[in-house]
């Protein structure tokens, strides 16, 4: 799950280019939208792409992807939800 | 005092027609125009459902009477047919007569050909006829085709303003009549389907797998369409001149901005708010002379909401009937605003308000509902034609019955 | 008024600044620090003709001091073509499956108009236009409309970019030059093609003058595909419009871009112009379809200043004396799209 949640900020950090942001400024419960990263709607959609590339999990519906994409957390506990045990 | 702007004629093509009275029947008989694509080369064909126009591109130019005459996009033959016939309509035959204009919109240009030969044209290996598309990759190659095929010898351009490029083409031509700059001017716009934009608009999440379902409360997103659609807009001393017949007039508009975000609107509908009301106070009408409003209604999550919003803040408790279209035409994106302003005529004319086909159940956040059937014998004098689109751009206008 | 270009013209002195030359037969623009104009979280996702529209339509609203504008009208040909092959190329490689929807978005003509709508919370009236050599003229003729239907002021532009992939596009039905040539000598090679360019260019236009107004804009005059004496005869008319004649005119800056082509518009025009001194500006910024934007900014440089950038122009032998009461450009876009437009003191 640690390993996880590193790769994913890394990930994050560059779908969204997120220049001055490193891995360790990521919180793994912050908000990723509004007050956090400051993320929007079309920050959400990449992330969505996101997983769908690195990950296989396609996510059909944005306002549950608003859901699954909460936090680092949150990705990655969806992440490994959807993974064979 | 300012020129009056009168509407004299009126031609398109879409999914459901390829004339106005072909696009009145299918509306009068609940004909939707969405099913799958056979012209797209694309993995959605049988997935996503469009609002194609169900001719062929060699069949088109043949109605468009340029048959086997190369370098004709989808974009061009489908615009140069629906101004044939509102120059028909308008009983124009002799551009020589009046300085016309042509204000055309468009969202993707060629790309419904050039796509298909993109990797063809950056190819240093490969030669071939495929190199004549490359000058219809922009926006202005269809318009430049329809207006040299036509003889129009006016004001040429393009407008684009993604969604509500057609609605805005309709203003530009209204205010060159206003100011006196000209007397005559066609304005619409064309688009054919892309994989592109199919592609793009299902990149945002936004195309429903199923027919469009604006303002209900399961919406899912919206179906891409196709067509054409331009509207001869004269002013009334040319009309009064040549004794011209008017359809209609365009008594008010307003284009108003969003800014906001990129793609979406305001939750609250401000910038749909402010179009609708501007266009009605420059109209001279108020509130409760309009009769009919058809509205954008893409059946997004966030369009509808937010332009449910903005109509019950406009009109209170008592919004008018209203319809989106879409469900019929699929979102024609440029043309889109000329296909419904055509329709906001065709309500006047006919007495008609379109039903919004496809709608089940009631938004929980508004207490309003669209109109679900075909209404017969309606005094319909005023009608809203919302159109708005990407970067925030809101368009309305107002079309009203003419009293001379 | 701000531009990027491929001079040195975004910031400082023009009058000091050196030619940049180029034998590339591209001429790219000289990108300023946009970190300066545009917000780190709103730059990270921005493609390179977004970043210099924005960030010219900034520092042009900076210039003006005007505050917030009435109206946002731009002009552009081709739109982000970064974002377009982008997208494009996705699509192949990724099989039309997980598509970022950035680059769609972004390839949208109006996109930049959208943004800075966001950025100067501008809501009122906002459009563009994508008509080859009238994207801007077109532009330029919404906003005097506008200004008299009561817009205090309007923020008015062009913007284009050219791409390494799209240069070759062109290249593959004879819009550039074959052989290299250097920009400076690009008059001196009278042969098929040009050189291609981009830029993005605002202005704050308003009715009225203020204590920083750099010219009037007087007149405009757009012909569609004439034949070459329509030139001479579009002209005349222009100039009767105008109430002027042609000795009242200081100078022309013309379109001319070495294109034999397309020369004999030039020519035709050097009939009416007869001894009015003319400058050619294709060298500075290439050609692309929104260069009129160009030639109106030097020109407005050059009515406020009473004074020639002359180290731009080292082909020219004399330049005329001072005391530019009227400015006239009249430029083309590969023979379609023509416009004259008149600048006063």
């Given at each position: 799950m640690e390993a996880l949640k590193q790769t994913l900020k890394q990930q994050i950090i560059e779908a969204l280019n997120l220049q001055d942001t490193k891995p360790e400024d990521i919180d793994d419960?912050?908000?990723?939208?509004?007050?956090?990263?400051?993320?929007?709607?079309?920050?959400?959609?990449?992330?969505?792409?996101?997983?769908?590339?690195?990950?296989?999990?396609?996510?059909?519906?944005?306002?549950?992807?608003?859901?699954?994409?909460?936090?680092?957390?949150?990705?990655?506990?969806?992440?490994?939800?959807?993974?064979?045990? | 005092m300012a020129e009056r702007v009168l509407i004299t004629g009126m031609g398109m093509i879409t999914a459901i027609g390829e004339?106005?009275?072909?696009?009145?029947?299918?509306?009068?008989?609940?004909?939707?125009?969405?099913?799958?694509?056979?012209?797209?080369?694309?993995?959605?064909?049988?997935?996503l459902p469009v609002a194609e126009v169900k001719y062929s591109n060699e069949e088109l130019a043949r109605m468009a009477g340029v048959p086997g005459q190369p370098g004709y996009t989808r974009t061009s033959l489908l615009g140069l047919i629906a101004i044939q016939e509102a120059l028909q309509q308008a009983g124009i035959r002799d551009m020589q007569q009046e300085p016309t204009g042509f204000i055309n919109a468009s969202t993707v240009g060629g790309m419904c050909d050039t796509e298909k030969v993109y990797f063809d044209i950056i190819d240093p290996e490969k030669e071939g006829d495929f190199l004549r598309y490359i000058d219809t990759l922009d926006c202005a190659d269809c318009t430049q085709r329809i207006a040299d095929r036509t003889g129009i010898n006016g004001f040429v351009t393009t407008i684009s303003t993604a969604c509500s490029s057609s609605a805005n083409a309709l203003m530009y031509g209204a205010r060159l009549i206003k100011q006196g700059l000209a007397r005559r001017v066609i304005c619409g716009g064309t688009e054919a389907l892309t994989s592109?934009?199919?592609?793009?608009?299902?990149?945002?999440?936004?195309?429903?797998?199923?027919?469009?379902?604006?303002?209900?409360?399961?919406?899912?997103?919206?179906?891409?369409?196709?067509?054409?659609?331009?509207?001869?807009?004269?002013?009334?001393?040319?009309?009064?001149?040549?004794?011209?017949?008017?359809?209609?007039?365009?008594?008010?508009?307003?284009?108003?901005?969003?800014?906001?975000?990129?793609?979406?609107?305001?939750?609250?509908?401000?910038?749909?708010?402010?179009?609708?009301?501007?266009?009605?106070?420059?109209?001279?009408?108020?509130?409760?002379?309009?009769?009919?409003?058809?509205?954008?209604?893409?059946?997004?999550?966030?369009?509808?909401?937010?332009?449910?919003?903005?109509?019950?803040?406009?009109?209170?408790?008592?919004?008018?009937?209203?319809?989106?279209?879409?469900?019929?035409?699929?979102?024609?994106?440029?043309?889109?605003?000329?296909?419904?302003?055509?329709y906001s005529v065709l309500a006047i004319q006919h007495r008609l308000i379109f039903p919004n086909l496809n709608f089940a159940e009631k938004m929980e956040e508004l207490s309003i509902v669209p109109e679900t059937r075909l209404l017969e014998e309606q005094a319909v004098t005023t009608v809203i034609s919302n159109s708005f689109g990407f970067g925030g751009n809101n368009a309305s206008l107002v079309i009203s019955k003419y009293e001379g | 008024m701000a531009a990027i270009t491929p001079q040195h013209s975004f910031e400082g002195d023009l009058f000091a600044q050196p030619l940049r030359s180029n034998t590339g037969n591209l001429l790219q623009v000289t990108e300023p620090d946009y970190k300066a104009f545009i917000p780190p979280n709103s730059l990270r996702r921005m493609?390179?003709?977004?970043?210099?529209?924005?960030?010219?339509?900034?520092?042009?609203?900076?210039?003006?001091?005007?505050?917030?504008?009435?109206?946002?009208?731009?002009?552009?040909?081709?739109?982000?073509?970064?974002?377009?092959?982008?997208?494009?190329?996705?699509?192949?490689?990724?099989?039309?499956?997980?598509?970022?929807?950035?680059?769609?978005?972004?390839?949208?003509?109006?996109?930049?108009?959208?943004?800075?709508?966001?950025?100067?919370?501008?809501?009122?009236?906002?459009?563009?236009?994508v008509h080859r050599g009238f994207s801007f003229e077109h532009a330029l003729l919404d906003s005097i409309l506008q200004l008299q239907e009561g817009a205090?002021?309007?923020?008015?532009?062009?913007?284009?970019?050219?791409?390494?992939?799209?240069?070759?596009?062109?290249?593959?039905?004879?819009?550039?030059?074959?052989?290299?040539?250097?920009?400076?000598?690009?008059?001196?090679t009278l042969s098929p093609g040009t050189i291609a360019g981009e830029g993005a260019v605002f202005f704050s236009l308003s009715a009225t003058p203020t204590a920083h107004t750099y010219a009037h804009i007087t007149g405009l005059k757009l012909l569609y595909k004439p034949a070459v004496a329509g030139i001479s005869a579009g002209l005349s008319a222009f100039l009767q419009e105008q109430q002027l004649a042609v000795e009242d005119i200081s100078l022309v800056i013309t379109g001319r871009n070495g294109d034999s082509n397309f020369e004999h518009f030039y020519t035709e025009l050097d009939k009416v112009l007869g001894t009015v001194p003319q400058l050619p500006f294709k060298h500075l910024c290439g050609e692309y379809e929104t260069s009129g934007a160009f030639a109106v900014w030097l020109a407005a440089h050059i009515m406020k200043a009473q004074q020639l950038p002359q180290q731009w122009f080292p082909m020219q032998a004399d330049f005329p004396a001072a005391g530019f009461q009227r400015i006239l450009i009249y430029n083309h876009f590969f023979g379609e799209q023509h416009t004259f437009v008149l600048l006063e003191r």
């Amino acid at each position: 799950m640690e390993a996880l949640k590193q790769t994913l900020k890394q990930q994050i950090i560059e779908a969204l280019n997120l220049q001055d942001t490193k891995p360790e400024d990521i919180d793994d419960k912050a908000p990723l939208f509004g007050e956090g990263l400051g993320l929007d709607s079309i920050d959400s959609l990449e992330l969505m792409v996101l997983l769908e590339r690195h990950y296989q999990i396609k996510v059909e519906d944005p306002r549950e992807g608003r859901k699954i994409l909460q936090s680092v957390q949150s990705m990655a506990e969806f992440i490994q939800s959807k993974q064979p045990a | 005092m300012a020129e009056r702007v009168l509407i004299t004629g009126m031609g398109m093509i879409t999914a459901i027609g390829e004339t106005v009275t072909a696009n009145l029947h299918s509306l009068t008989h609940q004909h939707s125009g969405l099913g799958f694509t056979r012209f797209i080369d694309t993995i959605y064909k049988e997935v996503l459902p469009v609002a194609e126009v169900k001719y062929s591109n060699e069949e088109l130019a043949r109605m468009a009477g340029v048959p086997g005459q190369p370098g004709y996009t989808r974009t061009s033959l489908l615009g140069l047919i629906a101004i044939q016939e509102a120059l028909q309509q308008a009983g124009i035959r002799d551009m020589q007569q009046e300085p016309t204009g042509f204000i055309n919109a468009s969202t993707v240009g060629g790309m419904c050909d050039t796509e298909k030969v993109y990797f063809d044209i950056i190819d240093p290996e490969k030669e071939g006829d495929f190199l004549r598309y490359i000058d219809t990759l922009d926006c202005a190659d269809c318009t430049q085709r329809i207006a040299d095929r036509t003889g129009i010898n006016g004001f040429v351009t393009t407008i684009s303003t993604a969604c509500s490029s057609s609605a805005n083409a309709l203003m530009y031509g209204a205010r060159l009549i206003k100011q006196g700059l000209a007397r005559r001017v066609i304005c619409g716009g064309t688009e054919a389907l892309t994989s592109f934009t199919i592609n793009g608009f299902n990149s945002l999440k936004n195309i429903d797998k199923q027919a469009c379902r604006p303002f209900d409360h399961n919406r899912n997103g919206l179906n891409l369409g196709e067509g054409a659609a331009y509207l001869v807009l004269e002013s009334e001393s040319l009309v009064k001149q040549h004794g011209s017949r008017v359809l209609a007039e365009l008594s008010g508009y307003c284009n108003s901005n969003e800014a906001f975000h990129p793609t979406a609107p305001s939750p609250e509908g401000d910038g749909a708010y402010t179009a609708m009301k501007e266009a009605l106070a420059m109209s001279g009408r108020s509130i409760d002379q309009v009769q009919y409003v058809n509205v954008h209604g893409t059946a997004t999550w966030p369009n509808d909401l937010s332009e449910g919003r903005a109509l019950e803040r406009l009109f209170g408790s008592e919004v008018p009937p209203f319809s989106s279209t879409k469900p019929f035409t699929g979102h024609a994106l440029a043309a889109a605003g000329a296909i419904e302003a055509i329709y906001s005529v065709l309500a006047i004319q006919h007495r008609l308000i379109f039903p919004n086909l496809n709608f089940a159940e009631k938004m929980e956040e508004l207490s309003i509902v669209p109109e679900t059937r075909l209404l017969e014998e309606q005094a319909v004098t005023t009608v809203i034609s919302n159109s708005f689109g990407f970067g925030g751009n809101n368009a309305s206008l107002v079309i009203s019955k003419y009293e001379g | 008024m701000a531009a990027i270009t491929p001079q040195h013209s975004f910031e400082g002195d023009l009058f000091a600044q050196p030619l940049r030359s180029n034998t590339g037969n591209l001429l790219q623009v000289t990108e300023p620090d946009y970190k300066a104009f545009i917000p780190p979280n709103s730059l990270r996702r921005m493609s390179r003709l977004l970043k210099m529209g924005l960030t010219a339509a900034q520092q042009c609203l900076r210039d003006s001091s005007l505050g917030v504008p009435g109206a946002i009208i731009t002009g552009t040909g081709k739109g982000s073509l970064q974002d377009t092959e982008r997208f494009l190329k996705d699509i192949r490689q990724y099989g039309e499956k997980a598509l970022n929807p950035t680059p769609f978005i972004q390839s949208t003509y109006n996109a930049v108009n959208g943004m800075i709508a966001v950025a100067q919370q501008c809501t009122t009236y906002n459009n563009t236009f994508v008509h080859r050599g009238f994207s801007f003229e077109h532009a330029l003729l919404d906003s005097i409309l506008q200004l008299q239907e009561g817009a205090p002021h309007t923020l008015t532009g062009a913007l284009d970019e050219m791409s390494e992939e799209h240069f070759y596009i062109k290249s593959r039905i004879g819009y550039w030059k074959k052989e290299p040539v250097d920009n400076v000598q690009l008059y001196n090679t009278l042969s098929p093609g040009t050189i291609a360019g981009e830029g993005a260019v605002f202005f704050s236009l308003s009715a009225t003058p203020t204590a920083h107004t750099y010219a009037h804009i007087t007149g405009l005059k757009l012909l569609y595909k004439p034949a070459v004496a329509g030139i001479s005869a579009g002209l005349s008319a222009f100039l009767q419009e105008q109430q002027l004649a042609v000795e009242d005119i200081s100078l022309v800056i013309t379109g001319r871009n070495g294109d034999s082509n397309f020369e004999h518009f030039y020519t035709e025009l050097d009939k009416v112009l007869g001894t009015v001194p003319q400058l050619p500006f294709k060298h500075l910024c290439g050609e692309y379809e929104t260069s009129g934007a160009f030639a109106v900014w030097l020109a407005a440089h050059i009515m406020k200043a009473q004074q020639l950038p002359q180290q731009w122009f080292p082909m020219q032998a004399d330049f005329p004396a001072a005391g530019f009461q009227r400015i006239l450009i009249y430029n083309h876009f590969f023979g379609e799209q023509h416009t004259f437009v008149l600048l006063e003191r």
